[in-house]
């Protein structure tokens, strides 16, 4: 069944991008440039409600966001927000410095457990109390370098760097900077995206802790973007691995480093390949550093299995002195695996609806291929759904497409496929022009959904019932997102009045105010983005009425959800990553538009 959510899923897309295809280019162009327009006043009109809250840290990780939304239409605005936030993050620091300095707190004091750690119900000493706020200001520390490094990856380390400046007390400034590196690896993983080469170049000076998975991660996603930079990094760990001493506890990250290697060589022997992380004595090289380090272990240490093959690839001596010195380990690891594969397999067929006792083998077979001609017959009804607006088919046809879809839907498990699917089919059928259909479609929709939502899954099914009508028929999907708004905000109500009834040290709310730092300073981050299988829905939304769709933002009681909900509108619009462009479409699509533009 989730082959159908798929595909159906492409379906909302192309009917989604085809309300910006109903008109010719000339026309969309203006629309989505007066929306971004729009848009904009509305980030500032934003901005102005985060400068209304009442916590400092609130408004600086809030503001970040915002600069980081304004930076694709203005850079120079963009800078400045920037540094209105680094100002008053210095300002913040310098300040909780003091207080800790002024109760005498040392390093000690800062250790896990005492630092970062929150404890409901319990009267907090004032020393408790700088701790977490202090905690809290580094998380949103992250957060600002990792909403400038989206955009300006040097700004990003000068400021993450820098800020360390304000902490007077040396001990509490070294162990920041200690648990920094694996921060610092996360911020270069978000530069590549924007800048292959200056992510390799920070990338190559983060050894300070040595070689971990990260850096394997992160030489992956650099050899993607550009495999000249990835080769060059790629040295510089080998380079760096020639000096430490690998340990039998991070032997699968030289493992997967030679495996990486292996196959990115590989690839560039075909024709047209990119250049490979290593060249093949390279990965001798690497093969002959991992041997080292499994030989220097004790006899009685285990080996696993799939180190002696990748060795015997580039290193067939040293695997054979490997294999001859862990013999009795190796054929037991040997042994232990072909147990955990059957017992996976056992447990597989098992979810199939098989007992782990009683497994038959052309029962098992029978049932694969039945699955897989189930998955066939519906890819290929799905694809006749998505040709119901390229192709002239008889009334008859389209119909009988319609209903079988509708009967599939119905047998997928779980009510949150079966809205979606509804939702999903009702759009297209809405796109075809047969308005009335899709509203009986989308009222079978409805009848799954509760219309008092009370828990999350409620709640959840609303926005995926109003997601469906926001495509099919907006002008009921306005108001449906108002009333479940409506209820939200009681739901939201009795969580904060629950939330300062045990939060006696109000670490987690304060003077009314949910502190969006307690939980990270990434949350204004992770949020936006968790949230953003929404974005092609308030896209939708945005287009058919810009006006009731910030209405809804203000429909929020809570001014961190109102804020929340604005960026979440602002980042579907503003972003151009996000934004639904004419010539995103397939070409599949281009059949939907007829001669005299309709």
Do not use: C
Request: charged content about 25%; glycine content about 6%.
């Amino acid at each position: 069944m989730g082959n159908t959510i798929k595909v159906l899923a492409l379906i909302l897309t192309l009917s989604a991008v085809a309300v910006t295809q109903t008109v010719s280019e000339k026309k969309t162009t203006e629309a989505r440039e007066n929306l971004q327009k729009e848009a904009v006043t509305f980030l500032r009109e934003t901005l102005a409600d985060v400068n209304g809250m009442r916590s400092l840290e609130n408004r600086i990780s809030f503001t970040a966001e915002l600069a980081g939304l304004m930076w694709f239409h203005d850079e120079r605005e963009a800078r400045a927000m920037y540094q209105g936030v680094i100002g008053d993050f210095r300002d913040l620091l310098t300040r909780y410095d003091a207080e800790m300095n002024a109760l005498g707190l040392t390093r000690e004091d800062g250790q896990p457990g005492r630092i970062g750690s929150m404890s409901f119900m319990v009267e907090p000493t004032d020393e408790s109390r700088i701790l977490r706020k202090f905690a809290t200001a580094m998380g949103v520390r992250q957060q600002i370098a990792m909403s400038i490094a989206e955009h300006d990856a040097d700004l990003a380390f000068d400021f993450y760097r820098d800020s360390l400046l304000a902490i007077s007390n040396p001990d509490f400034r070294k162990k920041e900077g200690n648990s920094d590196s694996y921060f610092e690896l996360q911020l270069i993983t978000q530069i590549v995206e924007k800048n292959a080469a200056k992510a390799a170049q920070y990338a190559s000076k983060s050894f300070t802790k040595g070689v971990n998975y990260q850096h394997v991660e992160l030489l992956k996603k650099i050899h993607a973007k550009d495999p000249e930079k990835g080769a060059d990094f790629a040295v510089a760990i080998l380079s760096h691995l020639k000096t430490e001493k690998v340990q039998s506890s991070n032997l699968y990250v030289a493992e997967n480093l030679l495996q990486f290697g292996g196959k990115t060589l590989d690839e560039s022997k075909i024709r047209g390949g990119k250049k490979s992380a290593y060249t093949l004595p390279e990965l001798r090289e690497l093969a002959e550093i991992i041997a080292q380090a499994i030989l220097s272990q004790a006899d009685d240490d285990s080996v696993n299995p799939s180190y002696i093959e990748i060795i015997q690839k580039y290193a067939p001596g040293r695997a054979a002195q490997i294999r001859a010195k862990f013999r009795r380990s190796a054929t037991t690891s040997n042994n232990n695996a072909v147990i955990s594969n059957a017992a996976n397999r056992i447990a597989y067929t098992s979810g199939s609806g098989y007992s782990n006792s009683n497994i038959n083998t052309s029962d098992y077979e029978q049932q694969m291929r039945e699955n897989e001609e189930r998955e066939r017959s519906e890819t290929k009804l799905f694809e006749d759904v998505q040709s119901l607006n390229t192709k002239q088919l008889p009334k008859e046809q389209r119909e009988k497409i319609i209903a079988e879809a509708r009967k599939i839907i119905a047998q997928t498990p779980g009510r949150e496929k079966k809205v979606m699917g509804l939702g999903l089919l009702a759009a297209q059928v809405s796109k075809m022009g047969d308005k009335e259909l899709a509203a009986q479609i989308m009222r079978d929709a409805e009848a799954m959904v509760n219309p008092s939502p009370k828990n999350y899954q409620d709640f959840l099914l609303s926005w995926m019932l109003a997601s469906g009508y926001a495509t099919a028929d907006s002008d009921k999907a306005f108001p449906l997102l108002e009333e479940t708004i409506g209820r939200a905000n009681d739901t939201l109500a009795a969580f904060i009045k629950v939330g300062e009834f045990i939060d006696v040290a109000e670490e987690m709310i304060q003077d009314g105010e949910v502190q969006v730092g307690a939980f990270g300073g990434q949350m204004v981050r992770g949020l936006t983005r968790e949230l953003g299988l929404a974005d092609s829905t308030i896209q939708v939304l945005a287009q058919a009425d810009f006006a009731k769709t910030k209405a809804l933002t203000n429909r929020f009681d809570r001014p961190e959800i109102r804020v929340l909900a604005k960026m979440m509108v602002l980042r579907a619009i503003l972003n151009p990553k996000l934004v639904m462009k004419p010539e995103d479409v397939i070409d599949e699509v281009t059949p939907l538009i007829e001669p005299d533009g309709k």
